[in-house]
Nanobody, 127 residues
Framework: QVQLVESGGGLVQAGDSLRLSCAASGQSFSRYAMGWFRQAPGKEREFVAAISRSGGSTDYSDSVKGRFTISRDAAKNTLYLQMNSLKPEDTAVYYC????????????????????WGQGTQVTVSS
């Protein structure tokens, strides 16, 4: 299994940028397709971005497309989410997630597909 620890959240103003990190430990990082999800108060957890095992394929929700970039560094066993042009509606707890893949190179946009989750990091964007 893999352990995931997010960091990099904080309080920023609208228009600012943040980079979230998700450090993975345990089994080989390259075994996992990875994703970012978020949950705002009173709302369901929603998909933000996903990346394949190799990093060659990515996907984004419409609400963040063009502003957020997901990436991964195999040497550092770390997943990233670069968030630019932040908006108040981006305020949420952000979670990284890992899906075990023994073969294949897809990405996954539904939370039910993921096997492991981090504890989350709070992002608050003030207007």
């Amino acid at each position: 299994q893999v352990q995931l620890v997010e960091s990099g959240g904080g309080l920023v103003q609208a228009g600012d940028s943040l980079r979230l990190s998700c450090a993975a430990s345990g089994q080989s990082f390259s075994r996992y397709a990875m994703g970012w999800f978020r949950q705002a108060p009173g709302k369901e957890r929603e998909f933000v971005a996903a990346i394949s095992r190799s990093g060659g394929s990515t996907d984004y929700s419409d609400s963040v497309k063009g502003r957020f970039t997901i990436s991964r560094d195999a040497a550092k066993n770390t997943l990233y989410l670069q968030m630019n042009s932040l908006k108040p509606e981006d305020t949420a707890v952000y979670y990284c997630a890992a899906k075990t893949l023994n073969y294949g190179s897809g990405y996954y946009t539904m939370s039910k597909h993921y096997d492991y989750w981090g504890q989350g990091t709070q992002v608050t964007v003030s207007s």
